[in-house]
């Protein structure tokens, strides 16, 4: 795929390493969520699922449709939709379009994403990241922020040591 990731600041474990140990959690969390929702459970949506899980970048529809050629390229477009409608996966734009990225995770493996605007990288950043932000903003009754359903941009640590 077209993105790298970043590391959690934290210095932890890598994205990729984060989902090495929880993709099959993951998925078995959003088959259990579509149920709860009364959704279908279809074939092509666990096939959908299961490349989303698997994948340590954010797809686009096109990537994941080459990767599944037994599903049809549109129902691959209709799945990530409705899945980033029902907050399964968080969808996010980038330079090469809209990329998808699987949002249920299992506990201890929360995490944002922010897009570089100079190189387009996506970099993994901390749940509680924005927390101060989220609270603040709620005490206020100004808004209630959902940074996981958030698209933040800035420059990478590469793109902003150049600037």
Known sequence: MVHVHGTLTHGKDSHAE???HASADAVTSALALLHELGERVTAPRRAVLDA???EHAHATAEQLAAALPDVHRATVYR???RLAELGIATSMHTGG???YHLAVTPTGHEHLH???RACDRIVVLPADSLQT???RLGRARLFRLEPDHSELVGL???CASTD
């Open 18 to 20: 984060l989902h090495d």
């Open 52 to 54: 989303l899980a698997a």
């Open 79 to 81: 799945t990530v939709e």
């Open 97 to 99: 379009g809209t990329a």
């Open 114 to 116: 922010a897009r570089c």
């Open 133 to 135: 932000a989220v609270e």
């Open 156 to 158: 990478c640590e590469d």
